[in-house]
């Protein structure tokens, strides 16, 4: 049996959280308790830096998969809180989840799905605020599907003049990607930096002055509308020009 339903945590809260910076986690799936993680050493992902490798390019180009955003958010959180081999036991609590889904209704949570034909095969969410996107979890069912997501998501946050992109934890993934670590003290400061810069809170599409960024929605919708017939392609020319 499933442990008693607990309450979601407020949306209100877990964003006042994410711009502290700090983050929930659980012990396991049936876990109703949450604590909250400020990692000394945090993990992001340089916008300017990302590693595009040959053979992801040519993947991008040739538009192999076909990539959304919030298209299903529900699917890709359930999907990221499925064991794995290497951990057969996730921080993704069935309470974590709901709060994340229910965070995603208010507009602050987001998520990029990767298909193969009409089958989810990889994807990634977050949480998206001002010029941030916090990295929560990804996965991948098929090659590079979690690559893919990844250079969609840096991609459209260039489009949306977005500054940091933060992964939490290093990972020899993320590090394959052009993820650097830093000191949790210097992560706050550039956190602070880009909520100073101005943006949007909730993915309203409404731009608080000059210059500010957009949500990351936005900002994919300008990716997928920027006039190429083959999104992957812009992508693919984008990113090694600047990795």
């Known amino acids: ?14 964003l006042l959280a994410y711009r502290s910076g700090i983050f929930p986690m ?3 799936r049936e876990d109703p308790e949450i604590f909250y993680v400020e990692p000394r050493r945090r993990a992001i992902l340089p916008l300017d830096r990302f590693r595009c490798s040959r053979s992801l390019a040519k993947l ?9 955003c919030n298209q299903d958010f529900a699917a890709v959180i359930a999907a990221c809180a499925e064991p794995r081999p290497d951990h057969p036991e996730t921080w993704i609590s069935r309470r974590i989840e709901a709060s994340y889904r229910a965070m995603h209704m208010a507009g602050y949570a987001h998520s990029i799905e990767v298909w193969d ?15 941030v996107f916090c990295g929560e979890s990804m996965f991948s069912r098929a090659d590079n599907a979690s690559k893919v997501a990844v250079a969609w998501l840096v991609a459209a946050m260039r489009r949306a003049r977005m500054t940091l992109l933060d992964c939490q934890f290093m990972t020899e993934h993320l590090a394959s990607l052009g993820a650097i670590e830093i000191d949790q003290e210097e992560y706050c400061e550039r956190l602070a930096r880009a909520q100073a810069a101005g943006g949007v809170g909730a993915s309203d599409g ?27 392609k812009l992508i693919a020319q984008d990113l090694t020009h600047t990795s």
Do not use: K, N, W
């Not at 049996?1 to 877990?14: D, N, V």
């Not at 991008?60 to 959304?68: F, G, H, I, K, S």
């Not at 009409?118 to 010029?131: A, I, K, M, P, S």
């Open 206 to 232: 409404a731009a608080l002055g000059d210059g500010a960024a957009l949500g990351l929605p936005e900002g994919f919708a300008l990716l997928v509308g920027a006039g190429d017939s083959s999104p992957g």
């Open 1 to 14: 049996m499933h442990a008693p339903a607990q309450p979601t945590i407020p949306p209100e809260m877990l």
């Open 117 to 131: 034909g009409e089958t989810l095969v990889g994807g990634l969410y977050g949480v998206g605020f001002d010029g």
């Open 60 to 68: 991008l180009r040739r538009d192999r998969y076909r990539v959304t």
């Open 26 to 28: 659980a012990d396991g």
